[in-house]
């Protein structure tokens, strides 16, 4: 008896080494394509490293020169950023190197988010990889964005609220708020999945976890309002353009489905049959974790639709990996009673999967990030450099990528999308892009 279960303690043993084994040689494949385009910094990303160089040097929350502006989408990230500049790191590299350890970290969570929802190492196994191979991903992660922050939050407040630690589930959230303002309506749902079905609310299940929400939170929100005198990001009126029609909605589906389904189209119609597996079986308790990742994703795309987001890859960062799972589960429900075709269904959508984030790796993503590089090297901070040797410190300078330039030349930018100069925005309301530059 003893000798027995001794051996299954071994063999389980084997078989939990040999997952840790693989998703670390997961991590290590991912990484390895990530250094190819390392080189590559949007240009938003130098935005925040002016606004961490501003903070770091007393000049306050700003991006011109003492001159308060809520021109960032996520305020924690140029904290971090702070927190390089302040022990002398380089922040290039100090974004880059944060970006990539959240992006890894992302991954070992997802795989444990993955095991809690699927209940099968095989399945949990192919999500992780799906994600890690996602052209979109892996465009975003070592760019020093928020982006790969925003995934492992996105993913570690899901995976505590479904294992019932709800207070840091929500502290988590109100992290994440601070990065994507939209973890604000997942904190949400996490309530009400909370609560449902019908539970009394009691101080445990409403007002604590609403507390620990706002502990991050709340602080930001004050000293934003009597310091910028808005709460909302500058971004939030520069790239949605309020409630749209019915034309512009279908527009704004219509993109974002084909980001996803440019790299996870097995996942995207798994989420199909999961939708009607989940209204077809009422069982709450069943559905509980699968149905939450279903609700947050369909809600965040009604979200970007309605309101008129122009949306981009990394906007649906937060979603791609529940939508991975979610899809995995819904075809698992779909093959239950065929058991045995498990590993090869396991095995074609990871290769089927992995072919399409390639391919979109290879024609869309690494051609765009070489030319981006290219020209930010020989046009971007070229003029960025004249300005600063050429021009005295009080110069204005008005031009539409403001990132780059204005790090570099460290002159005062008048951008015309309203980030740093919101009553610049307002002047061109009503203009094109060439009226209102004239």
Known sequence: MI????????????????????????????????????????????????????????????????????????????????????????????????????????????????????????????????F????????????????????????????????????????????LALVRPEGA????????????????????FVLKPILFFCLPVVPWLIFSYFYFGTILPNSFFSKSNGIVSLADGIEGATITGKIILSTQFLAFVGNFLAFWFLVRNRNYETGKAPGLLFVWSVALILYYVIDGVEVVSRYLLIIIPCIIIIGLWGWAEFYKTKPHIRTYFAAFFFFLTFAQSQFVYWVVVKPHTDNFTWGTEHCLKPMAFWLRDNTSESTKVVVPDIGAIGYYSDRVIYDPAGLVTPKVREAFRGFGYDEGMK
Request: glycine fraction near 6%.
């Open 185 to 204: 309506l997942l904190f949400f749902l996490l309530l009400a999945a909370s609560l449902f079905p019908f539970k009394k609310a009691s101080f445990d």
């Open 132 to 175: 890690a191979f996602d052209a979109w991903f892996l465009r975003w992660a070592g760019s020093a964005m928020e982006t790969s922050c925003a995934v492992f939050l996105t993913l570690s407040v899901v995976y505590s609220g479904l294992t019932e630690r709800r207070n840091t589930s929500a502290f988590l959230c109100g992290l």
């Open 3 to 130: 000798s027995s279960s001794f051996s299954f303690h071994v063999v389980r043993e084997k078989k939990n080494l040999l997952w840790l084994f693989l998703i670390v040689c997961a991590g290590i494949l991912f990484l390895v394509e990530v250094l190819i385009h390392v080189h590559y910094t949007p240009d938003d990303a130098f935005i925040y490293f002016q606004y961490a160089k501003k903070v770091a040097q007393g000049n306050g929350f700003s991006f011109n020169q003492r001159t308060p502006s809520y021109g960032v989408t996520g305020p924690l990230w140029v904290l971090i950023l702070v927190a390089g500049k302040l022990m002398s790191f380089d922040l290039l590299a100090f974004g880059k190197g944060v970006d990539i350890i959240f992006a890894l970290a992302s991954l070992a969570v997802l795989y444990r988010l993955a095991r809690l929802v699927l209940r099968d190492a095989v399945l949990s196994l192919v999500a992780t990889l799906a």
